[in-house]
């Protein structure tokens, strides 16, 4: 079975996630937008994808809410970004289901 490009399928969907495609110009509350689930059997993974970019060792990843198809994939190397204070950088919390 092939790996998907992104959190919710293997094609790229502007009106999935909190990017450039489908944003109100800020951030949205996590599972807002339930297109932007992780398909894996037995998750609840909202948000993995777009909405702020995850700060991970000085390099940020994932796309943030102005953020468009290449940088919404899954696995993307991360960029330094030109303005690591911004709105558009955060962290990612996952938390296992009970």
């Known amino acids: 079975m092939a790996e998907n490009l992104y959190p ?16 109100p110009g ?3 509350d996590v599972a807002t937008l339930g297109e932007c689930a992780t398909v894996a059997a037995g998750t609840s ?20 809410f102005k953020a468009g198809s ?3 994939v899954c696995g993307t190397p991360g960029v330094v970004p030109a303005e690591p204070l911004t709105n558009e950088i955060g ?7 009970p």
């Open 8 to 23: 919710y399928g293997p094609s790229y969907d502007p009106g999935a996630c909190s990017g450039a495609g489908n944003s």
């Open 45 to 64: 993974l909202f948000d993995m994808s777009g909405n702020v970019w995850e700060w991970v060792e000085g390099t940020a990843r994932g796309g943030g």
């Open 26 to 28: 800020q951030t949205v």
């Open 91 to 97: 962290i990612r919390c996952c938390k296992p289901a």
């Open 70 to 72: 290449p940088e919404l």
